[in-house]
């Protein structure tokens, strides 16, 4: 671990992408968890250079990115998409920087660790590029849950079916759920009786509308007809857990919800575990409440993720079926993040 970072150090901290809906979260987590910044420095696209923020009663101007000087900073936070973070993070990370990204860019490099804090915080002892990668939104809300029930029986197969939150799609998401919410208006009523087109608002950012429906079809297909969102929960679920070749079968929907992704899991374990001994295990789990009827009203603003409907799977041996929600915006992006940067300051 880099010397710098100790319990009683002040740290001078960046964010790339803080005009967006996880920057925004990054800058209010830094403040609500005491986070001891020295500096903050404020990034993203040219459209934004020169914009003032507040941020704990200081006014921050917003750089760009693309030309910014990043010496003096010993952690940049990325959260401004995948081409911006495999162009910028590295100049971070040579002018000596830790880089937190939270997008896809660096989640598949061996030499880039891919770290849930409560899971596998040990990854974090080398960080050869300078980088860390925060997981995918949709896989890190199961990761919490599956690692007590992977060590207690181990994991054998996973199928999950997602429900996520258009957040998850950034600013955008959210003005486009929003906008044709208001376009349908009261007219949302006649679609419970017909599917009739003057009431169904032309599909924007995702293959179909995404109000009074759901979207199964989450951006863009990869290999096997599976989309690359659905590949990203299989390829992480194994990095994370540290189950190389884990079967894992997912279907990632979108559905009109602004907040709160969740996950229906079926899952199949190598020994017997019962419904009981999981709910005991994930009681005691760290960054997990059990609930009774998990969803993304209760996750939304909370810390930790949620899971319940805890059952025997009895299409398999040694099955369990559950249910977990969690906040896309805080624990699926700026809260682990911000968690990454107190393990490395022997905070966590
Ligand atoms: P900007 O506001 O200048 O476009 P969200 O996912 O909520 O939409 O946020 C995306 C974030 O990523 C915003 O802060 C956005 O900045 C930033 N961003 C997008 N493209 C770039 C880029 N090419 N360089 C730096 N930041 C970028």
Request: aromatic share 6%.
């Amino acid at each position: 671990m880099v010397s710098r970072f100790s319990p009683d150090a002040r740290l001078n901290v960046g964010i790339v992408g803080a005009t967006g809906l996880v920057g925004s979260m990054m800058q209010q987590l830094l403040a609500e968890r005491a986070f001891p910044v020295g500096t903050l420095r404020l990034f993203a696209s040219a459209r934004s250079a020169g914009k003032q923020m507040e941020w704990q009663g200081q006014t921050v101007m917003v750089e760009d990115a693309a030309t910014a000087d990043f010496t003096g900073l010993d952690i940049v936070f990325f959260s401004a998409g995948g081409s911006t973070s495999r162009a910028i993070a590295p100049k971070a990370a040579a002018a000596g920087a830790i880089v937190i990204d939270n997008s896809s860019a660096w989640r598949s490099d061996p030499e880039v660790p891919l770290v849930v804090s409560e899971v596998n915080p040990d990854a974090l002892a080398t960080i050869p590029k300078g980088i860390v990668a925060n997981p995918n939104c949709t896989t890190m809300a199961a990761m919490p849950v599956l690692k007590p029930l992977h060590a207690q029986a181990g994991l054998k197969r996973l199928t999950v079916s997602t429900y996520q939150a258009v957040s998850g799609g950034g600013m955008e998401g959210i003005d486009v759920l929003a906008r044709q919410i208001e376009a349908v208006g009261d007219a949302g009523r006649e679609l419970a009786f017909a599917g009739d087109a003057a009431f169904v608002p032309a599909p924007e950012k995702w293959a179909v509308p995404i109000t009074n429906n759901v979207v199964p079809l989450n951006y863009v297909l990869g290999e096997d007809g599976y989309t690359e969102e659905e590949l990203k929960l299989r390829d992480e679920t194994r990095r994370i857990l540290d189950i190389p070749g884990l079967p894992v079968s997912g279907t990632c929907v979108r559905v009109p919800v602004f907040t709160g992704h969740s996950l229906s899991i079926n899952a199949e374990f190598e020994r017997p575990i019962d419904a009981q001994t999981a709910l005991d295990l994930l009681g005691k789990a760290p960054g997990v409440v059990v609930s009774d009827v998990p969803n993304p009203l209760e996750a939304t603003g909370a810390d930790p993720v949620f899971v319940g409907r805890v059952r025997p799977d009895p299409t398999v041996e040694h099955g369990l079926a559950l249910f977990v929600a969690g906040d896309n915006l805080r624990k699926g992006a700026a809260l682990n993040a911000v968690q990454i940067a107190e393990v490395l300051c022997g905070r966590g």
